[in-house]
């Protein structure tokens, strides 16, 4: 599937997109969420759903839904959402994920 991967782009001064050469490394010095991870659109779709039933995969089960009703409960306490700034603007705009339910109301949290 390596072959079939979706390119990295940054914006240019002139506001285009261009490609560039990225990939993560394969023994990274920070380990992030779904670091080396690569699928399909269809295998997505096919976790996702599980997820939604409880756990239940095609196959069979894969979670117990103990395990999916206790992912789902808040593990942050009081902490709140806040905007996730870009560090190089030129890669990626700053993400504020809950920007229609914080403004104007109150602040949120998972």
């Known amino acids: 599937m390596r072959a079939r991967l979706a390119g990295m782009h940054?914006?240019?001064a002139d506001g285009t997109l261009e490609a560039?050469?990225?990939?993560?490394?394969?023994?990274?010095?920070?380990?992030?969420?779904?670091?080396?991870?690569?699928?399909?659109?269809?295998?997505?779709?096919?976790?996702?759903?599980?997820?939604?039933?409880?756990g239940?995969?095609?196959?069979?089960?894969?979670?117990?839904?103990?395990?999916?009703?206790?992912?789902?409960?808040?593990?942050?306490g009081d902490l709140k959402v806040t905007p996730l700034p870009g560090v190089i603007s030129t890669l990626s705009n700053a993400a504020d994920f809950f920007l229609v339910s914080r403004s104007p109301g109150p602040m949120v949290s998972w």
């Open 10 to 12: 940054q914006r240019g």
């Open 20 to 54: 560039i050469d990225f990939e993560l490394p394969a023994d990274p010095e920070v380990h992030m969420g779904g670091h080396g991870l690569y699928g399909t659109v269809g295998d997505y779709m096919r976790f996702i759903r599980m997820w939604l039933n409880d």
């Open 56 to 76: 239940r995969g095609d196959h069979g089960q894969v979670l117990r839904p103990e395990t999916v009703a206790m992912a789902e409960q808040n593990h942050l």
